[in-house]
């Protein structure tokens, strides 16, 4: 049975809490040449823009820094959250303390800390949808261009 259909604003603040309290986001990116690739990263959310990282060789870093373009989903099939966004690549030299910190305090994980060299992504949402059933699916659009709605 379907629940009762949020207001915007309720989607939006449920939104904005699901990016300050979750620890994981799937991470879609795909190839050049429009091979899709699908991963599960720890994240961090500063209020603007979501941090992730992966090892420096890995198909996902490859792909980000590639297209600067990638889609994260959270939340599951009935309460779902999807952000299309733009990728900047930051390098280890080019983060923040205050960010690695932070991410490091959230995630419970220091990528600087791995054998292997990683590389930070900074990706900016440009659109992030959010519904929970089919009485959500209109309306659920709530930033487009990298501005919310309401």
């Known amino acids: 049975m379907s629940e009762e259909t949020r207001s915007g604003a309720e989607r939006r603040r449920d939104t904005e809490k699901r990016l300050e309290h979750d ?20 994240f961090d959310w500063d209020g603007q823009a979501v941090l992730v990282a992966t090892p420096a060789n890995s198909t996902t870093a490859r792909n980000l820094a590639a297209t600067r373009t990638v889609r994260l ?40 800390m791995e054998t292997r060299p990683h590389r930070w992504f ?11 059933e089919v009485n959500e699916l209109s309306g659920r659009e709530l930033m487009r261009d990298g501005c919310w709605l309401l």
């Open 23 to 42: 620890a994981d986001v799937w991470v879609a990116s795909a190839s050049a040449d429009g091979a899709p690739y699908l991963v599960p990263l720890s």
């Open 122 to 132: 900074r990706i900016s949402p440009r659109r992030i949808q959010a519904w929970r």
């Open 73 to 112: 989903g959270l939340g599951h099939t009935r309460d779902v959250l999807m952000i299309d966004g733009q990728v900047e690549v930051l390098d280890t030299e080019g983060l923040s303390p205050e960010w690695r910190s932070r991410f490091a305090t959230r995630t419970g994980w220091d990528p600087g």
